[in-house]
């Protein structure tokens, strides 16, 4: 079984530009959560996918998007990056859509210049 | 906005020692959980404890619930340098699914 995995580790964008982060799902798990954590604070959800639905979203701009395929991969888009989207972004699965305990990928830390 | 609070936001202490952080938290809540974050990143799922529990043990963790004052504890026995991590409590959003609302984490440091 592995586990989740998510790309790149590290991302250097410009302010404006735009930025497309990946995750692959740890093997039978449907659901899937991103978080941002900026340096200090604890991880702040951002939205939550199940079944290639968006099941939930926390206090983010639109220009937060994101996208579930049928193999359980997904992606986090950031549109016109701003400084404060420098952060860590972690996406985490779980196997079913109300099962607490979740699975956390080594996240990907993205720096707006 | 954080759910969950803990306290202290750092803590030293040496190999062999306990080591006990305290999360509190605002709403109602189903359960509890606890996850550790080495250096910056993934976290790591530690244990839950549901709100009709009050004590939970695993392994070298313990943890406790308390509803009425909307807190937890996580003692950690016996620690060693491996332990050094932040921890972070955190509660279920119930708006979506299953998607966790953390604290900002209590930064633990064992020295051998």
């Known amino acids: 079984e592995t586990g989740v995995t998510q790309s790149p580790t590290h991302l250097i964008k410009t302010r404006g530009q735009q930025v497309t982060l990946r995750c692959s799902s740890q093997?039978?798990?449907?659901?899937v959560s991103w978080y941002q954590q900026a340096l200090g604070q604890g991880p702040q959800f951002i939205f939550q996918y199940y079944r290639e639905e968006e099941n939930g979203r926390g206090n983010f701009p639109p220009r937060f998007s994101g996208l579930q395929f049928p193999n359980y991969s997904s992606e986090l888009n950031v549109n016109a990056l701003e400084l404060d989207d420098s952060a860590l972004y972690l996406c985490?699965?779980?196997?079913?859509?109300?099962?607490?305990?979740?699975?956390f990928g080594p996240g990907t830390r993205l720096t707006v210049l | 906005s954080q759910q969950g609070e803990e306290d202290p936001q750092a803590l030293s202490i040496q190999e062999g020692e306990n080591a006990t952080m305290n999360c509190s938290y605002k709403?109602?809540?189903?359960?509890l959980q606890w996850y550790r974050q080495n250096s910056g990143r993934g976290l790591v799922h530690l244990i839950l404890i549901r709100s009709n529990e009050r004590e939970k043990h695993s392994g070298r963790l313990r943890v406790t619930l308390d509803t009425s004052k909307k807190s937890s504890s996580l003692l950690i026995t016996a620690s060693r340098a491996a332990d050094t991590a932040s921890y972070f409590c955190?509660?279920?959003?119930?708006?979506?699914?299953?998607?966790?609302?953390f604290g900002k984490g209590t930064t633990l440091s064992v020295s051998s």
């Open positions: 985490a699965s779980s196997p079913g859509q109300f099962t607490d305990t979740q699975y």
């Open positions: 709403t109602s809540i189903n359960n």
């Open positions: 955190a509660t279920v959003f119930n708006q979506a699914g299953t998607a966790l609302i």
């Open positions: 093997s039978g798990h449907n659901t």
